[in-house]
């Protein structure tokens, strides 16, 4: 417990990880204020006694007796960055900020803690002081008709109403936590499980994303690297995504994001290079995992760039593991859209050697060659499979604008000359359709 601030219940958030070793509380989150500094609100993080390196709330945070500070003061941005990372964002964030701002005076990080916390995406939860983690699904509707409703823009709305508060995830799209609470003998679809996911819809600026995010992913599951499973509805307009962050029989997992491990918050996603996104995460690891990493997230990066995807930022990349002490892996890739479509002068999300264009195949094959240490070879064939699984989803492309016209005139038509111009700069490798 705080020893340091007389701080009431509502000042105080209670931490929890749920692992392989059970749930179990780790700890306490305080907020405070220095007299004469009301406004500047500061939190403190502390490790209850009697722990385990087991029970460590994140790989940047050992277990200790002194308590973790952030700097930065404020309403927002002042959380640890492993209870920030997972703080809703965009949409959803706006939408409980509403919600409660008639209850909560001054809503902050702290309070959307406090309110999402107990569903956070990963191993550790926060909950309001004495109080135990919320497991339940809560109401919901059926996965049958979130896969089959023809106005998922319209169910969106209707999802957040009444799973916001179980929505602990970040991103600036629509977004919710999903778990069936039917229980059926078979799926809806085949391909479809009945775990844990999230689901997603454009925001006003990016008409059928979830479409364009859709054969983004194609394209990095075709390339052979590992890749999220993501799933579209019959509207083409909402994507569900299969939660990584959990085992096969539910037990979540350990999961960081770039920022984290770069100890930034997500106001600071955009800030820093792929250079020190690379240095960082294979820190992470022993070093005879590092020749996998450096591939893996190599792949990643080029993806981005040969795919136009500009918002390839901190929180896009993350490592998995079931607790600090267990091997920690590089997770599944996630997030991939392409956004210069929707905004034709985009740059990159983070610099690559003290630039945001994208960078030519000379420039990336140097990035690849001393940032990740890869042969020239390696580097070119990684090229080839990206142009490859590229090349190979065009087809999807061209069946996806035939059946959502709308979709072809808004993004799919932009969505292959953008492809194909960057093919011929990042890759240095000409892409055509398929027998033209």
């Given at each position: 417990?705080?020893?340091?601030?007389?701080?009431?219940?509502?000042?105080?958030?209670?931490v929890?990880?749920?692992?392989?070793?059970?749930?179990?509380?780790?700890?306490?989150?305080?907020?405070?204020?220095?007299?004469?500094?009301?406004?500047?609100v500061?939190?403190?993080?502390?490790?209850?006694?009697?722990?385990?390196?087991?029970?460590?709330?994140?790989?940047?945070?050992?277990?200790?007796?002194?308590?973790?500070?952030?700097?930065?003061?404020?309403?927002?941005?002042?959380l640890?960055?492993?209870?920030?990372?997972?703080?809703?964002?965009?949409?959803?964030?706006?939408?409980?900020?509403?919600?409660?701002?008639?209850?909560?005076?001054?809503?902050?990080?702290?309070?959307?803690?406090?309110?999402?916390?107990?569903?956070?995406?990963?191993?550790?939860?926060?909950?309001?002081?004495?109080?135990?983690p919320?497991?339940?699904?809560g109401?919901?509707?059926?996965?049958?008709?979130?896969?089959?409703?023809?106005?998922?823009?319209?169910?969106?709305?209707?999802?957040?109403?009444?799973?916001?508060?179980?929505?602990?995830?970040?991103?600036?799209?629509?977004?919710?936590?999903?778990?069936?609470?039917?229980?059926?003998?078979?799926?809806?679809?085949?391909?479809?499980?009945?775990?844990?996911?999230?689901?997603k819809?454009?925001?006003?600026?990016?008409p059928?994303?979830?479409?364009?995010?859709?054969?983004?992913?194609?394209?990095?599951?075709?390339?052979?690297?590992?890749?999220?499973?993501?799933?579209?509805?019959?509207?083409?307009?909402?994507?569900?995504?299969?939660?990584?962050?959990?085992?096969?029989?539910?037990?979540?997992?350990?999961?960081?994001?770039?920022?984290?491990l770069?100890?930034?918050?997500?106001r600071?996603?955009?800030?820093?290079?792929?250079?020190?996104?690379?240095?960082?995460?294979?820190?992470?690891v022993?070093?005879?995992?590092?020749?996998?990493?450096?591939?893996?997230?190599?792949?990643?990066?080029?993806?981005?760039?040969?795919?136009?995807?500009?918002?390839?930022h901190?929180?896009?990349?993350?490592?998995?593991?079931?607790?600090?002490?267990?091997?920690?892996?590089?997770?599944?890739?996630?997030?991939?859209?392409?956004?210069?479509?929707?905004?034709?002068?985009?740059?990159?999300?983070?610099s690559m050697?003290?630039?945001?264009?994208?960078?030519?195949?000379?420039?990336?094959?140097?990035?690849?060659?001393?940032?990740?240490?890869?042969?020239?070879?390696?580097?070119?064939?990684?090229?080839?499979?990206?142009?490859?699984?590229?090349?190979?989803?065009?087809?999807?492309?061209?069946?996806?604008?035939?059946?959502?016209?709308?979709?072809?005139?808004?993004?799919?038509?932009?969505l292959?000359?953008v492809?194909?111009?960057?093919?011929?700069?990042?890759?240095?490798?000409?892409?055509?359709?398929?027998?033209?």
């Amino acid at each position: 417990m705080p020893k340091s601030h007389a701080s009431a219940p509502e000042d105080l958030l209670d931490v929890w990880v749920r692992d392989l070793h059970g749930l179990r509380k780790v700890g306490t989150l305080e907020r405070y204020s220095e007299p004469g500094f009301a406004w500047q609100v500061r939190t403190a993080f502390y490790y209850d006694d009697g722990l385990s390196d087991r029970d460590a709330v994140s790989i940047t945070m050992p277990v200790r007796r002194a308590p973790y500070e952030p700097e930065v003061a404020g309403l927002v941005g002042n959380l640890p960055p492993i209870f920030d990372q997972s703080l809703p964002e965009g949409a959803l964030r706006d939408y409980l900020m509403r919600q409660y701002a008639k209850v909560v005076e001054n809503i902050g990080d702290f309070d959307l803690a406090a309110l999402t916390g107990s569903t956070f995406i990963g191993r550790v939860l926060v909950t309001s002081h004495g109080e135990a983690p919320n497991l339940d699904a809560g109401p919901t509707v059926s996965l049958e008709h979130i896969v089959r409703d023809p106005d998922s823009l319209a169910l969106m709305e209707e999802l957040m109403r009444i799973s916001a508060r179980r929505s602990g995830v970040s991103g600036a799209h629509p977004k919710v936590l999903y778990r069936p609470s039917e229980h059926r003998n078979e799926p809806t679809r085949a391909t479809l499980t009945t775990g844990e996911y999230i689901l997603k819809t454009p925001g006003e600026d990016f008409p059928w994303l979830s479409i364009n995010e859709y054969l983004c992913m194609s394209v990095s599951v075709r390339s052979g690297l590992p890749s999220a499973r993501v799933h579209l509805t019959e509207s083409g307009q909402m994507l569900i995504i299969e939660r990584f962050d959990r085992q096969d029989d539910g037990t979540p997992l350990g999961f960081e994001d770039g920022a984290t491990l770069c100890a930034r918050t997500a106001r600071q996603k955009y800030e820093g290079s792929y250079e020190i996104l690379v240095r960082n995460f294979l820190l992470m690891v022993e070093p005879a995992g590092r020749p996998a990493l450096r591939s893996a997230l190599f792949k990643r990066i080029v993806l981005s760039c040969a795919l136009g995807d500009g918002d390839a930022h901190l929180k896009n990349f993350g490592m998995l593991y079931g607790d600090p002490d267990d091997t920690v892996k590089f997770a599944p890739a996630y997030d991939i859209c392409s956004t210069l479509p929707y905004i034709a002068q985009d740059q990159m999300a983070l610099s690559m050697g003290e630039k945001r264009l994208f960078p030519s195949s000379d420039h990336l094959m140097d990035f690849g060659r001393v940032v990740c240490g890869l042969s020239r070879k390696q580097v070119q064939s990684v090229f080839e499979e990206v142009h490859g699984a590229t090349r190979d989803t065009l087809k999807d492309l061209d069946d996806y604008c035939d059946l959502y016209p709308d979709f072809a005139d808004a993004c799919g038509k932009k969505l292959f000359s953008v492809w194909q111009s960057l093919a011929k700069h990042v890759l240095a490798i000409p892409l055509a359709r398929p027998g033209s």
